[in-house]
DNA sequence: CTGAAAGCGCTAACAG
DNA sequence: CTGTTAGCGCTTTCAG
């Protein structure tokens, strides 16, 4: 490996010029400047991030700690990798693969130092096991489930846009809506979020006057597409009586129109459907689907936001932002 | 900020037991070992991995470094961390937003400094680009692209899986098979890949001893839904007679099949459709799509495989490798 | 079983 | 405009 020294021996200056000519620092003789660049190439140099960043005490580097790679995240991720790269940092995206235990340590270990900053989707962790997590280190919670008053933490209005989806299938003649996604079966399924919504499918009953019938809570644990099919599938087999479907992410819909179009069922005339996330796939399912938009880039901004007043040295009150949602409509629901 | 240094002194030890005692080496006594892990816990201490990472030369750390964080490459990530996470390494992901300048320089520079290694998912960059890249780092190339014989790449076999999908569809009654996707308008937006896929559906047509209609190219730069779907409305407006269409990737796919239903087509019995990644996805659209399966598995084994041998200090024989696709049939499809 | 010294590669601060 | 000094926080020697 080739280091500093010994691309400032073999230009005849100290390391000290060599690196003011790697980062541009002004005061450089240009003969000098040229003569530097000139061996950095010829003896294929390359700087060592990993002292820079030990010296500096920053990598310039933020982490996305997602429960997985897949749909929804990478549609925060891509906003929040313009929102820091606009600031001169690199977004780097980590996944826990849904496991608390890769949650928590994020959260209380080490990997902490090796950026300036953490943005972490909380999908397994119990507010007790955040409790416990001791650091200093800045970070920003995200996600649909109830945090300690001490960190910055950003989710949506989930019973809100719950209530909104059902309350619009309710306007639009449906009296039997059935909920799809997130049953609590499984401990770190999306359980957590899909209570809360569930509660919104409750309040948008009760605003009406009517009743949610518990027997239209369809099992399975998760928010995948096979959730949604399985749904559907659970609901023909009972022979329950519906003609609505709230699916708690838009990944379970796409799998509850699946299930539909199996079963027979014409949307939106049988059956209406309406989704949460406003994916951009949403436009493409056919219909296009109905779906509560979270405002990613309000979410975005605002994980931003909060992260970089803490690398910035600050440290305020946390904050607890909730990004309000609003129903997207699409051929899923009928006309109003 | 509270250093190993701080932890020794309170405990009255060197930083060396201190040391020892975190990374768990056995000449340490009992009490002593209790003593400094009391000390800190109480001090809150969190070893700096930046220093470590300096000392030890390594990271443990590697990066995929992927044009964006949409679908497909979400299903190749979670695979390469399950992969790595076995070797007790982290996976981080990074997004070029599909420029080639971000590309470059996540090859040539700094960046790989940061990381053990680096798998890079070729979009954008031409051979000639890539050429210019001098760097001893290990590097695994992924891609549909041509690459200097001097790096390790893994491909698909794009022209056979296209050819697969094409005949698939002229086998069952297709005889107008249009191309979605990948048009090259843009440079950048998946048109090499687009390009070798071209050239197996001419194949496939050949090899029926039929001849590919120009016509019947879609125009449109990308690989998304929106793609796929004004692929379909430009085939309408022109009112070139199709049968089949043959979509670069499942989701353009997704794009087609809102698209044919926009249209009153009715799939498969009016024009069949095939895609090109067998996404999670392709199970759940009205009806199944049919895919032609990259072999993910086989991908991410086989970059995790390149990468860790560059790793571990060979110099061998760089490694091109092809995997291999087969068709997994669906409902856009007719019976054959 | 524990400690002291040396240094990973870089840069801030201060001289010259 | 360029060089010297010191040290970021940790771990690998090698002594005790």
Do not use: C
Not at 10 to 17: E, K, P
Not at 60 to 71: E, I, L, N, R
Not at 253 to 258: I, Y
Not at 311 to 326: K, L, N, Q, S
């Amino acid at each position: 490996m080739v280091t500093m020294n010994d691309v400032a021996r073999a230009a005849g200056v100290s390391m000290m010029t060599v690196s003011n000519v790697l980062n541009d620092r002004p005061r450089v003789g240009k003969e000098t400047r040229a003569r530097v660049l000139d061996v950095v190439a010829h003896l294929g140099y390359e700087i060592n991030l990993t002292a820079r960043h030990l010296r500096a005490g920053r990598t310039d580097t933020v982490a996305f700690v997602v429960p997985g790679f897949q749909t929804y995240f990478d549609e925060i991720a891509d906003r929040l990798a313009a929102a820091f790269g606009a600031q001169g940092r690199h977004l780097v995206v980590e996944s826990t693969g849904a496991r608390p235990e890769n949650e928590l340590a994020a959260l209380s270990s080490v990997r902490l130092s090796m950026y300036d900053g953490v943005i972490l989707s909380v999908a397994g962790l119990t507010l007790t096991e955040i409790e416990g997590v001791r650091t200093t280190a800045p970070l920003v919670l995200l996600g649909e489930v109830e945090v300690p008053e001490r960190f910055d933490h950003v989710m949506l209005a989930n019973a809100e846009g719950a209530a909104l989806a059902t309350a619009r299938m309710l306007a639009t003649g449906s009296r039997r809506i059935a909920i799809a996604g997130g049953d609590p079966g499984g401990p770190h399924d999306g359980a957590g979020m899909a209570a809360i919504r569930r509660a919104g499918w409750v309040r948008a009953h009760e605003g009406a006057g009517l009743t949610a019938d518990p027997a239209l809570v369809a099992p399975g644990a998760g928010v995948g597409p096979e959730v949604g099919r399985e749904a559907v599938r659970h609901l023909e087999r009972s022979g329950v009586d519906y003609d609505g479907v709230f699916a708690v992410t838009d990944s379970t819909a796409v799998g509850v129109l699946a299930g539909l179009a199996e079963a027979g069922r014409r949307v939106p005339q049988d059956v209406q459907v309406v989704g949460f996330d406003n994916l951009d796939l949403a436009e493409f399912t056919v219909p296009g689907l109905t779906s509560v938009d979270p405002g990613r880039d309000a979410v975005a901004h605002h994980a931003a936001r909060l992260l970089q007043r803490r690398i910035d040295g600050a440290t305020p009150e946390p904050e607890h932002v909730v990004v309000p949602v609003r129903l997207v409509e699409r051929g899923t629901t009928r006309a109003s």
